[in-house]
């Protein structure tokens, strides 16, 4: 059983297109992050959520509290966006973890 | 900048060897996290600890032990190396109102 889902799996972009990744959840959350991990690199936080919208740059990050819902959006996307990103939802002082999208931005 | 640091980036081991992996993180928070991600499976919880000589197994504990001396300190420890036990370990810490959350630049162990 998986707390967290995400879609797609693996996704290859053209440079410039606009990605979007998605992020199911089951468990109640009091926040939920967004992660980057560049081959061989360790992993950053882009994003903490609890409600709404956040921007940063050419990513944006919304999450539906009431759909157990987040989406990951790249807009204008660039060779060196490609990392695998990956889910996190908070609950307590526990974080249960997608298993990742790995995305490949072609030039 | 600092946040959260790993005594080693690669490490290559024998099998029946013990191994410490030590993380220190710098910004005094209370629950810090051990999660091994291999190829296809993601990031998987080994142990964590929520205070100073606290710790609770978390989904895959098995071959592994824990030690946190010092708030700032969460050692992993593989009692005898297998090779299994190959994999990317990546240490966190979690804390504060807005739970921050960070990771550190992972460990990348090959037991041979």
């Known amino acids: 059983k998986n707390e967290v889902e995400q879609s797609p799996q693996n996704l290859t972009a053209q440079e410039g297109e606009f990605i979007t990744i998605n992020c199911s959840y089951s468990?109640?959350?009091?926040?939920l992050h967004w992660l980057q991990q560049h081959p061989g690199g360790g992993i950053v936080s882009l994003f903490m959520?609890?409600?709404g919208k956040k921007k940063h740059g050419r990513l944006i990050a919304t999450i539906n509290i009431q759909e157990k819902h987040s989406s990951l959006h790249i807009t204008a996307s660039h060779p060196r966006d490609s990392a695998v990103y990956i889910c996190?939802?908070?609950?307590?002082?526990?974080?249960?973890f997608g298993t990742g999208t790995s995305l490949t931005v072609i030039p | 900048d600092v946040k959260v640091t790993q005594s080693s980036r690669y490490l290559v081991k024998r099998t029946g060897e013990k191994v410490f992996l030590e993380c220190v993180q710098d910004?005094?928070?209370?629950?810090m996290f051990w999660y091994r991600q291999d190829p296809g499976l993601g990031l998987r919880l080994i142990y964590f600890?929520?205070?100073?000589?606290?710790?609770e197994k978390g989904d895959i504990p098995e071959g592994y032990s824990v030690s946190r001396e010092k708030k700032e300190r969460f050692s992993l420890i593989l009692e005898s190396a297998s090779t299994n036990q190959t994999s990317m370990y990546l240490c966190?810490?979690?804390?504060?109102?807005?739970?921050?959350?960070?990771f550190g630049p992972g460990t990348r162990l090959t037991v041979t």
């Open positions: 468990v109640g959350i009091s926040a």
């Open positions: 959520l609890s409600s």
């Open positions: 966190a810490s979690l804390g504060g109102t807005a739970y921050e959350q960070y």
């Open positions: 910004m005094d928070h209370e629950n």
């Open positions: 996190a939802v908070v609950t307590g002082n526990q974080f249960y």
């Open positions: 600890s929520y205070d100073v000589k606290m710790k």
